[in-house]
């Protein structure tokens, strides 16, 4: 089995190179064969994964490992080896004793406030509402919440988003649910769409991709995840236009209310009812003219 041959290699390295603590092996896999990338000698982000295939906390285990309590004394490392006694203390072979095997599939989505569009370029700004839903299938962490904000010195990753499924394709649709669910306004851009539209393509949905695939999405900009209809463009540059209307004329009210209550007269300026906007969205000038014609009506003219 390939899984079992990268984990025994990667058990060897550990050894070889004297590591005790919790760690990362990476591979390239490609038609059976498996190649060595890297180690990390840490925790990882993705740790989550594993955490919930095996049922064994890491942090808890690593901090046990590091005040020198052997594996087998571990309770989490006990279950997952199928032993009764979770606090027990026999020693067994962890390299010949079969453990419990996964009885789930988990994938595991990065939410960065990325730009898929212009090369997934980091982008920064404020959070003004961040909103996710933990289900029994689905678990998530933000290091950002409402009213916050990512900066240009952060890392682009703010969030983490698992999904559990007793087959790949039920953990793949948990996922897709979550997303769509995940609601995050502000001033940055994050990559929660184009994961949605990747996760519905068949490559992935048949789990025939690899990095060269996902290269050459990218490459090709086969996925537009800003992309709008018609209809939807045009009601953005509508409400859009609206908005700022006013904004404009909350701005001259408190103004010409502000003279009144100095004893000026207002200068007729401030009386005005017809805001000129211009808006551009997706590389695109709208120039629209706003006019309140009543106290809940607005009239625009387009270009």
Same mark, same amino acid.
């Given at each position: 089995d390939t899984f079992a041959r990268m984990e025994e290699a990667a058990a060897s390295l550990a050894k070889a190179v004297g590591y005790v603590g919790v760690g990362t092996v990476e591979y390239l896999y490609r038609d059976g064969e498996f190649f060595f990338l890297e180690m990390n000698p840490r925790l990882q982000v993705e740790h989550t994964v594993t955490e919930l295939l095996n049922d064994v906390n890491l942090p808890v285990a690593m901090l046990l490992v590091g005040m020198d309590i052997?594996?087998?004394?571990i309770p989490d490392i006990r279950s997952?080896?199928?032993k009764q006694d979770r606090h027990g203390?026999?020693?067994?072979p962890l390299s010949t004793h079969l453990r419990t095997p996964p009885k789930i599939h988990v994938i595991a989505a990065r939410i960065? *406030?990325?730009n898929p569009d212009v090369g997934f370029r980091p982008t920064s700004g404020t959070i003004k509402e961040l909103n996710f839903r933990v289900s029994p299938h689905v678990w998530g962490y933000f290091s950002v919440y409402g009213r916050g904000a990512v900066h240009e010195f *952060?890392?682009?990753q703010f969030g983490h988003i698992f999904s559990v499924g007793g087959t790949r394709e039920s953990a793949r649709k948990h996922l897709i649910l979550a997303l769509r669910e995940l609601t995050i306004y502000g001033g940055i851009r994050t990559t929660t769409q184009y994961l949605i539209a990747m996760l519905e393509l068949p490559e992935y949905r048949e789990n025939k991709f690899s990095t060269q695939w996902l290269d050459g999405l990218i490459a090709t900009k086969a996925i537009n995840s800003n992309k709008m209809t018609t209809d939807e463009a045009l009601d953005t540059v509508v409400f859009g *236009?609206?908005?700022? *209307?006013?904004d404009a004329l909350q701005q001259v009210r408190t103004q010409a209310i502000t003279a009144l209550d100095y004893g000026r007269v207002p200068d007729p300026s401030l009386l005005c009812t017809k805001f000129p906007i211009e808006l551009i969205l997706d590389g695109i000038k709208y120039c629209v003219t706003v006019t309140q014609?009543?106290?809940?009506m607005f009239a625009l003219e387009l270009n």
């Open positions: 052997p594996l087998h004394r997952l080896w199928g203390q026999d020693t067994f960065t *406030a990325e *952060a890392d682009s *236009a609206v908005v700022k *209307a006013l014609c009543g106290r809940d």
